[in-house]
Nanobody, 124 residues
Framework: QVQLVESGGGLVQAGGSLRLSCVVSARTFTYYSMGWFRQAPGKEREFVAAIRWNDGHTYNTNSVKGRFTISRDNAKNTVYLQMNSLKPEDTAVYYC?????????????????WGQGTQVTVSS
């Protein structure tokens, strides 16, 4: 069973930074594409960023380009989301997700495993 545990959320002022971490309990972590999604109250879960398992190619939604960076450390079974220049509209619960050999990484249904989420609140 693959388990994902996020950490690093919190309260930050607009313009500040946070780094989210997601530790994955999988023996073959290198075969998993990883994604970050977020869900604000009353809204659907939306794609934020992803990193592909085989070539490390990254994807970002337009609203976070130039501000958020996804990366992974295969030796630590961990994926990160560095969030800079945070805005109040970034406030949401952030979820980490994993998909073995995944390619369609912007679609929540693609992912078979999810973390419990971590709250990010950006004050104005």
């Amino acid at each position: 069973q693959v388990q994902l545990v996020e950490s690093g959320g919190g309260l930050v002022q607009a313009g500040g930074s946070l780094r989210l971490s997601c530790v994955v309990s999988a023996r073959t972590f290198t075969y998993y594409s990883m994604g970050w999604f977020r869900q604000a109250p009353g809204k659907e879960r939306e794609f934020v960023a992803a990193i592909r398992w085989n070539d490390g190619h990254t994807y970002n939604t337009n609203s976070v380009k130039g501000r958020f960076t996804i990366s992974r450390d295969n030796a630590k079974n961990t994926v990160y989301l560095q969030m800079n220049s945070l805005k109040p509209e970034d406030t949401a619960v952030y979820y980490c997700a994993a998909d073995k050999y995944g390619n369609n990484l912007w679609t929540p249904a693609e992912y078979g495993y999810w973390g419990q989420g971590t709250q990010v609140t950006v004050s104005s």
